[in-house]
Nanobody, 116 residues
Framework: QVQVVESGGGLVQAGGSLRLSCAASGSMFMINAMIWYRQAPGKQRELVAGIGSGGSTNYADSVKGRFTISRDNAKNTAYLQMNSLKPEDTAVYYC??????????WGQGTQVTVSS
């Protein structure tokens, strides 16, 4: 069983920064990718950023140039550095961990609130 725990959310003013962490633990073969999603009230969950096992990354157009995803393979942890935050970035941020031969595991989410 794999556990995924997100942390680092909070309340920040527009223009500020936050750093989210996603830590995976438990028995697993290999993590293929770690992906951040977000869901705002009344909206569908959307992909924010993802990082593969080799370090390749992809971002939603809305966060390009402001957010940076990274990972520490030794710690099975991914990070999402969020700069120049906007009120529209307010959402619950979820981490999905894709484990080889097993599928995906999700965390419980962490709330990010950006005030104007």
């Amino acid at each position: 069983q794999v556990q995924v725990v997100e942390s680092g959310g909070g309340l920040v003013q527009a223009g500020g920064s936050l750093r989210l962490s996603c830590a995976a633990s438990g028995s697993m073969f290999m993590i293929n990718a770690m992906i951040w999603y977000r869901q705002a009230p009344g909206k569908q969950r959307e992909l924010v950023a993802g990082i593969g096992s080799g370090g390749s990354t992809n971002y939603a157009d809305s966060v390009k140039g402001r957010f940076t995803i990274s990972r520490d393979n030794a710690k099975n942890t991914a990070y999402l550095q969020m700069n120049s935050l906007k009120p529209e970035d307010t959402a619950v941020y979820y981490c999905s961990v894709l484990v080889s031969l097993e599928g995906s595991y999700w965390g419980q989410g962490t709330q990010v609130t950006v005030s104007s």
